[in-house]
């Protein structure tokens, strides 16, 4: 045991984890929050009769808005692999964060609905590149007694950002002129402001850096996650061999393109279908039709006043932050397969008392008819916030391998913006075209995704990143890639072995 000596890691980065593990605590809040705060800015503004009435919106041109930063989505999804890789994943916050505030400035200054479009995409874009940076900084940094909690966090903390949302909203629509809207898009800009402001307190990937030959940082780096005032170097090798291990096991299975590799071996195929089924499951549960057309919902369940909107905009928010909190902490406890299942039935459910509570009650004045219509929206809510929101930057960043990891994300998030963008414009025609039939026609493909969620997800709880490559690849981990004498050298001169077969990464 000996004391840390520090040469390569920032002074800035704590090596305290009192104070090391807020600040990746924060991380977590302010990626998340900005993208709960873009998303759901649009649901407010569509409740700002000034919004409405400044650009002249109709179904098609509300759709389009709505659709924008969809389309960000996917553009940046081609970004989200080889941007972390090749910059790193904190510099990677970083650019997604100047992304998005010159978005959100266009956003709030646009004069005209082609500017708000090009504002929404933009910001699409940097939300994207933070979508695939941060979960995976966090995945990579954190020990699994800690990587649930922390990244079930991170999309959990979405609702922190669309509270803000709503509660901005709520405050500004009394304002008489134009900055009724622009006020809250402007006010996007804060979290990507304190995303900027926070990551030089934190390390960078251990795997990155080792896969970019930079050991001797990453040996302090694995020492500062220890958590101890005096670390184990001993310890510290180890972890630095096993992983230098599996990235070079890594790199001699995987050679070609990690966009080839994704398709190469049946382990790959099965994470690949995961991902191209969870992808879209994300925006197509039900749980978009909240986000973005709670206005809708609301009025064809009866309640049309622009105040009470807002307030159950605002209240909806509340309680899907704190239950999805409680579904985080619930990860390692019922396990990824069994939380996804409690939540997908519930939402089948829920789904199918919504709409026959629409057909029964949408069209009167029945005041329990409408309070119970409300609760309904509450319950599907819940679920989803339970189940799907923790485990939405989890699960994509544990089934993917380090060579692969970015590439996968980028994968789920470009279908997640893809379906994303669908619904933007499918979901205002269907639902106001099926009326109460739509609820019915949500929770049977809700249905399918059950089905398919059985038959593909692995359990992947309490596992190291390491680890779970086993459960794909269907043999123990391979260790002895590298000789002992090599994992005990963590001098940068001697590891271009290691980079040599890695460097694609």
């Not at 650019?95 to 646009?110: D, P």
């Not at 609702?159 to 996007?188: D, E, F, H, K, M």
């Not at 996968?408 to 963008?421: E, K, P, Q, V």
């Not at 026609?441 to 709880?461: C, H, R």
Request: with cysteine; net charge neutral.
């Amino acid at each position: 045991m000996v004391l840390l000596e520090r040469k390569y890691v920032p002074k800035l980065v704590p090596a305290d984890h009192g104070v090391l593990m807020p600040l990746l605590l924060a991380v977590t809040i302010v990626n998340s929050a900005t993208l709960g705060y873009d998303a759901s800015v649009m649901n407010g503004l569509l409740i700002l009769p000034s919004y409405s009435e400044y650009f002249h919106l109709n179904t098609t041109t509300e759709g389009l808005n709505n659709a924008a930063m969809w389309m960000g989505g996917i553009l940046g999804a081609f970004l989200m692999q080889p941007v972390p890789d090749y910059l790193g994943r904190r510099r990677a916050i970083l650019v997604a964060s100047l992304v998005t505030i010159v978005g959100i400035i266009l956003q709030a200054s646009s004069q005209n609905i082609g500017m708000f479009v090009v504002a929404r995409i933009i910001v699409g874009i940097g939300s994207a590149i933070s979508n695939g940076a941060a979960p995976t900084l966090l995945g990579e940094l954190l020990p699994p007694r800690r990587r649930a909690r922390i990244l079930g966090l991170f999309f959990s903390c979405y609702y922190v950002g669309s509270l803000a949302s709503s509660i901005v909203n709520y405050g500004s629509q009394n304002i008489n002129s134009t900055w009724s809207w622009r006020l809250p898009s402007l006010l996007q800009f804060i979290p990507s402001l304190l995303a900027i402001i926070i990551v030089p307190f934190i390390p960078e990937s251990p795997r990155w850096l080792i896969a970019h030959g930079r050991n001797d940082e990453a040996l302090e780096v694995l020492l500062i996650m220890q958590g101890k005032n005096s670390t184990d170097v001993q310890k510290g090798n180890e972890q630095l061999c096993e992983i230098r291990d599996t990235l070079v096991r890594e790199a001699e299975e995987y050679p070609r393109n990690p966009w080839r590799e994704i398709i190469s071996t049946k382990g790959n195929r099965r994470r690949l279908l995961i991902l191209c089924t969870f992808g879209p499951m994300i925006n197509m549960f039900g749980n978009f039709i909240i986000s973005f057309y709670l206005t809708k919902i609301l009025s064809q369940a009866g309640i049309t006043d622009t105040t009470t909107q807002t307030q159950v905009q605002v209240i909806i928010n509340c309680w899907s932050f704190a239950v999805a909190i409680l579904g985080s902490f619930m990860l390692d406890i019922l396990g990824r397969r069994g939380q996804i299942f409690i939540g997908v039935g519930g939402m089948v459910t829920t789904l199918l008392l919504i709409g026959g509570l629409i057909k029964r009650y949408g069209s009167t004045t029945n005041t329990s008819g409408i309070y119970g219509t409300i609760a309904a929206i509450f319950l599907f809510q819940g679920f989803y916030a339970f189940s799907v929101t923790p485990m939405t930057s989890l699960y994509p960043t544990e089934v993917s391998p380090f060579k692969l990891r970015t590439t996968g994300i980028a994968i789920f998030r470009m279908l997640d913006s893809g379906f994303g963008l669908l619904a933007s414009f499918a979901m205002s025609y269907a639902m106001a075209d099926l009326s109460w039939k739509f609820y019915f026609i949500n929770a049977a493909w809700d249905f399918v995704f059950l089905i398919i969620a059985y038959f593909t997800f692995v359990e992947t709880k309490g596992l190291e990143l390491e680890e779970i490559n086993s459960r794909f690849e269907g043999t123990e981990i391979l260790t002895g890639v590298i000789d002992d004498r090599s994992c005990g050298d963590t001098d940068d001169a001697k590891d271009g072995e290691v980079v040599d077969k890695a460097k694609e990464v």
